[in-house]
T-cell receptor, first 115, second 114 residues
Framework: GAVVSQHPSWVICKSGTSVKIECRSLDFQATTMFWYRQFPKQSLMLMATSNEGSKATYEQGVEKDKFLINHASLTLSTLTVTSAHPEDSSFYIC???????????FGPGTRLTVL | AQKVTQAQTEISVVEKEDVTLDCVYETRDTTYYLFWYKQPPSGELVFLIR??????QNEISGRYSWNFQKSTSSFNFTITASQVVDSAVYFCALSSNSGYALNFGKGTSLLVTP
């Protein structure tokens, strides 16, 4: 089966610092990767869609300068939370669309806590 | 616009009881996909089922079954003879295409007690 990994699985950082989260498709090429955010006891909300080699498309209300997404290869997308604040504390989940399967697979998520 | 409604926020049942989780969706697309995911306390999403809009056949997988009714725009999920390990948050989701981003419902938290 198709596997998507995320690193780190959890991270604690100080307010004002930047944090990078990696999303990798381990055994397939991902034409598209999606980033979702889930606040405690809430649903998953799509933040942005990234296609390999092009700029990410952000959902309304998501600050593109704060959440930098880079999709440099067909197996890696990164989400950088810049100048993190406590309200950015959340569970960030990526998913990758497999070119050959035409479906998407979710990573295990990254729990970010900003102190 | 697409919308998924899971009206049940929390459900608590005793082990071995049957439980049905409701999902109602809204979409203007003629082709769409419906999903159910399980999210245990660890947070990782576990894929349960995908169903496209042209396939209204109900599906059974072990203790799990799904009832898809386009007439009522519902895609309900039933767990038969529930077990403690079924305790989790269950999300219903909708997308225009199987490989596209998902619109999730708010989730139903299921607690199964011994």
């Amino acid at each position: 089966g198709a596997v998507v990994s995320q690193h780190p699985s959890w991270v604690i950082c100080k307010s004002g610092t930047s944090v990078k989260i990696e999303c990798r498709s381990l055994d397939f090429q991902a034409t598209t990767m999606f980033w979702y955010r889930q606040f405690p006891k809430q649903s998953l909300m799509l933040m942005a869609t990234s296609n390999e080699g092009s700029k990410a498309t952000y959902e309304q209300g998501v600050e593109k300068d704060k959440f930098l997404i880079n999709h440099a290869s067909l197996t890696l997308s990164t989400l950088t939370v810049t100048s993190a604040h406590p309200e950015d504390s959340s569970f960030y989940i990526c998913s990758a669309r497999a070119r050959r399967f035409d479906e998407q697979f979710f990573g295990p998520g990254t729990r970010l806590t900003v102190l | 616009a697409q919308k998924v409604t899971q009206a049940q926020t929390e459900i608590s049942v005793v082990e071995k009881e049957d439980v049905t989780l409701d999902c109602v969706y809204e979409t203007r697309d003629t082709t769409y996909y419906l999903f159910w995911y399980k999210q245990p306390p660890s947070g990782e999403l576990v894929f349960l089922i995908r169903r496209n809009s042209f396939d209204e056949q109900n599906e059974i997988s072990g203790r799990y079954s799904w009832n898809f009714q386009k007439s009522t725009s519902s895609f309900n999920f039933t767990i038969t003879a529930s077990q403690v390990v079924d305790s989790a948050v269950y999300f219903c989701a909708l997308s225009s295409n199987s490989g596209y981003a998902l619109n999730f419902g708010k989730g139903t938290s299921l607690l199964v007690t011994p």
